[in-house]
């Protein structure tokens, strides 16, 4: 659930921040996340910020400027690797069928499986996803935390992310911070 006068607090910030800028404004508080393109859209436009924004772990930034609505990727995302993340998540779902889980939904770039809290599941169906990736020698890797399994291509990830943010706003990582949302 949303902070909504949270939100409100940030939202307020930004416009500040944007309205101290002559041109070529860059956002104050923006969102670098594992969630789905859409997902960090409409949360940025809910603090004030459409301008830049990253999403799917690094894979890609928003960019919105006088020129119109971009998509930035990174590099080594490749459409074979893509494919190799949507078989190894149905054959996750095809060898356990016990226990309630998911597919994260409209995520292009990276995977997620969803799961209740401290799932029992999570560390088996990792480790058969580490396996299943280490026997195609795939460039992929898996993480997982208290409730989810994230499958990425190597060397993507959040801090890839914020390494291109930096790359179009020329913004010092000094004057960068960072706030999570799991461990």
């Known amino acids: 659930s949303y902070n909504l006068n949270l939100l409100r607090e940030i939202q307020l910030i930004n416009q ?3 309205a101290q800028k002559e041109s070529n404004v860059y956002p104050f508080i923006t969102i670098n996340s594992g969630r789905p ?7 940025s436009q809910m603090i004030g ?3 830049f924004f990253m999403f799917e772990n690094g894979a890609g930034i928003s960019k919105i400027d ?3 609505y971009k998509y930035i990727l990174d590099e080594r995302i490749d459409n074979n690797l893509l494919a190799e993340m949507d078989i190894l998540i149905e054959n996750v779902f095809t060898k356990f069928k016990e226990g309630f889980y998911y597919k994260q939904p409209n995520k292009q770039f ?7 809290e401290n799932d ?12 299943e990736i280490m026997e195609k020698k795939l460039n992929l890797y898996c993480d ?3 409730n989810f399994i994230n499958i990425n291509i190597k060397g993507i990830h959040k801090g890839t992310g914020l390494e291109m943010f930096q790359n179009q706003t020329n913004i010092a990582y000094s004057e960068m911070v960072g706030v999570g949302d799991s461990l």
């Open 16 to 18: 500040k921040f944007i």
């Open 37 to 43: 393109h859409a997902y960090c859209e409409a949360v």
């Open 49 to 51: 910020n459409s301008n």
């Open 66 to 68: 006088k020129d119109g």
């Open 110 to 116: 990276a995977k997620t499986i969803l799961f209740k």
């Open 120 to 131: 029992s599941l999570i560390v088996k169906i990792w480790k058969f996803i580490e396996e």
């Open 144 to 146: 997982h935390g208290y």
